[in-house]
């Protein structure tokens, strides 16, 4: 029986470690002849490829390995991650996470080349905008609104026919919000909805670039009107209970 050396179960991944290194042992350190009939052509690959160790096939370029795998006892994948994480504004106007999202999305394309690096400064735009609802007097509701845009967007809300922007001084009605990386999120809370919460609410944003908006309507339902319909069938439905001599008599 072979026991792999003690330093080699020390570590974050030993077990791993140890299988890894075993397998570069079996391969060995002569690469042979290159042949390029036996290489597979690499896919989706972001960060591009580059050559392997014996500068023969071609790989995905850029590779680290998967820790999450190897918490779990198995040999990680490689995994390829882009050496430059700062933004790119592409030429359509759209921001890439990095310049190897940027050359995925144009690689079939050629003599194409980018804004400039950073994000692409834009106008807002309302990616998901707040929802219509309905919901029973006494009742908590929330419209939520994110906007994208670079620099960033300021965001407010509006009751339709209302000059001041919300919350203003009402004590049930309360905003919420948190910057995105390049956009902003925000919440509207409404508590103990009451008739008078009934209406239009608009979600207003804006940066230097430009401005929007959009809308969502709130139906707020009398609980007592239906809690009244509640009891007044369980009476009807009682009395003709009684009248067929079901119910039990008093």
């Known amino acids: ?56 096939c071609p790989e995905c370029g850029n590779c ?33 996470e990095n310049i190897c999202q940027f050359n995925k999305a144009y690689a079939t394309k050629r003599n194409i080349s980018m804004k400039h690096k950073g994000p692409c400064e834009s106008a807002p735009i309302i990616s998901v905008p707040p929802q219509d609802v309905q919901n029973f007097t006494g009742n908590d509701v929330i ?58 609410y608009i979600c207003h944003t804006k940066n230097k670039y430009g401005a929007t908006y959009a809308s969502a309507r709130l139906k707020v339902i009398d609980g007592i009107f239906f809690y009244y319909l509640d009891v007044k069938n369980i009476k009807k439905h009682t009395s003709r209970l009684q009248r067929m001599g079901l119910s039990e008599s008093k």
């Not at 190897?70 to 030429?91: H, L, M, N, W, Y």
Request: with cysteine; aromatic share 8%; proline share 9%.
């Open 64 to 96: 680290r390995l998967d820790a999450d795998e190897a918490r779990f006892g198995e040999v990680p994948e490689p995994q390829c991650v882009c050496k430059t994480q700062e933004s790119i504004c592409g030429p359509e106007g759209k921001t890439y």
């Open 1 to 56: 029986l072979f026991f792999p050396p003690l330093a080699l179960l020390q570590g974050p991944f030993p077990l791993v470690h140890y299988i890894l290194k075993m397998k570069l042992l079996k391969e060995g350190d002569s690469c042979g002849k290159c042949d390029l009939a036996l290489c597979s052509v690499p896919k989706d690959c972001p960060a591009g490829t580059v050559l392997d160790r014996c500068g023969c």
């Open 143 to 200: 419209f939520g609104c994110e906007v994208s845009a670079y620099p960033m967007p300021h965001l407010e809300w509006k009751k339709k026919g209302n000059k001041m922007f919300l919350p203003g001084d009402d004590a049930h009605i309360s905003a919420r919000g948190g910057p995105q990386k390049y956009g902003v999120t925000g919440w509207l809370q409404i508590q103990g909805l009451k008739k008078s919460d009934e209406g239009v």
